[in-house]
Each structure stands twice: as C-alpha cells, then as structure tokens.
C-alpha cells in the first residue's frame, strides 16, 4: 500500500498539515504536488489498495479552482481518500464538501476528512505558527484513528458539513508585485501554479490569472513580491473580528 500525499500548496502550511496526517499513516509516501505547473497529472493512477490524503487549502470558502482542475486528471481507481481543507482561522464554509465532491468524480472513496488550520496566507499574523505543537498532536491521534479503520477496511463515508450548492466563487483578491528590490531572477515566475508572472520579465503579472495565492511572495529569495500595504491593513481589519479566537481542528470520520 502507498500513501499519496496530493497537496495543493502554494505557501507550505497545507503541507504542513498534510505531513503531519501522512507521516503517521502506514505505508511508503509519494508526493503529488498539484501547485505544480509542469506535472502532467494525467499519468497519475492509484490501485484500491491505496490511500490518499488530499490537501487543499480554502480560498474564500470553496477549493482553489486549478487544484479542482488538476485533481480531476489524476484517476482514483477506487483508492480510499482523507480529505483535509486548511484555512487560515477565518472558516472553510464549502470547501471540504466541494473537495468531497471532486475526489469523488475521480475516483476516489472518501474515508476521513479534516478541517484544520494554517497561518493566514495573506494577513500571517492571524494563526501565525500554526499548525502548532497542539494542531500536531490532535492530527497525530486522528491519523491513528484514520489507520485503524483502514485496518479494518471500514469504507462508511463521514458525514461532511457544508453547502450544496457551494457558495459563489470570490472575485480575484490582491494581487503581489514586484518591489525595487526585484533582481528579476525569475523564480516567482517558476513557481507560479498559474503561470501568472512573465518568465522573461518577472516584473510583469497577468493580473486575470492570478489567484492571490502568495507562493512568489512565500519563494522569493529577495523578499522582493508584496500585496499593496493600504490593501493589507485594510484586510487584517476587516478579518481581525473573526479571525482572532482560536478555531480547533474539526475532524470527520
């Protein structure tokens, strides 16, 4: 058995969380990465003795549409699924029951699913460190669970909260550009997921493409890619009611 670590990250802590799920679990790890823009991610099957844990993070209530994309192309084959959704403190509303819906229409049997949470990816100073050392152990225990009813090749599907329809897909959000600093090495335009950023001159951005992810904010080695300063005051006023109590991880099994 092996156990697909299917991760859509762009700023490293849904990967976060999703290591601390799979690390636990029994069996050799292959990573998929779906923030890649260079994988063919049709050439990706799985057996029913498999298991995978897919990992997305929520933007503003609903799965990344490119990580719904790309997780369509990979060929389940009757693999059983842990879902986790991470968001950053705020609420995950539909995400995990879009996930849900997705990993089924390829092929997946949804298992477990996981609500957790991750630093913000814009505002960072809402769940700043986490997944902490409590996040840990909670997802370390709920992965022995995870293991035990695969032992025992339970296959109820959990009861999953949120909404269908899902909720409308939020517009595009702020969009990072280049500083003075900028040396235009062409990294953030490497790593891009949606190939947003100009390869031949970094300092140019497709701002329709852009899905407000934060990665060349998170990869540049300068420092150099910023959202506008009025904009993210503005945010983390808007999100600091809501944002501010602690939200527990919410576990589905």
Do not use: W
Not at 192 to 216: T, Y
Not at 217 to 244: D, I
Request: with cysteine.
């Amino acid at each position: 058995m092996k156990i697909y670590e299917i991760c859509f990250s762009p700023t490293g802590g849904t990967k976060k969380v999703s290591s601390l799920l799979t690390s636990t679990l029994e069996g050799e790890t292959v990573l998929v990465d779906l923030t890649s823009n260079q994988a063919d991610f049709h050439n990706i099957a799985l057996t029913k003795e498999d298991v995978a844990v897919i990992s997305v993070p929520s933007y503003a209530g609903r799965v990344p549409a490119v990580a719904a994309e790309r997780l369509a192309m990979i060929d389940g084959h009757g693999a059983r699924a842990v879902l986790v959704c991470v968001y950053g403190n705020r609420a995950y509303e539909d995400t995990l029951v879009e996930l849900q819906d997705v990993a089924k229409q390829a092929g997946f049997c949804v298992t477990a699913a996981v609500a957790a949470i991750a630093e913000h990816s814009i505002a960072r100073q809402f769940a700043a460190g986490r997944p902490d050392t409590q996040d840990a152990q909670q997802l370390s225990e709920f992965a022995k669970q995870i293991q035990t009813k695969l032992s025992a090749e339970d296959t109820e599907e959990p009861t999953i909260p949120g909404n269908r329809p899902y909720k409308n897909a939020g517009g595009v959000g702020m969009i990072p550009k280049p500083t003075r600093e900028c040396t235009q090495c062409g990294i953030c335009a490497k790593e891009c997921p949606v190939q947003a950023i100009d390869k031949d001159n970094p300092k140019k951005v497709d701002d329709k493409a852009c899905i407000s992810c934060m990665r060349c904010v998170s990869v540049c080695p300068h420092k150099a890619r910023r959202v506008n300063p009025v904009m993210l005051s503005a945010a983390g006023l808007a999100l600091k009611k809501v944002c501010s109590d602690r939200k527990e991880c919410e576990l589905f099994i």
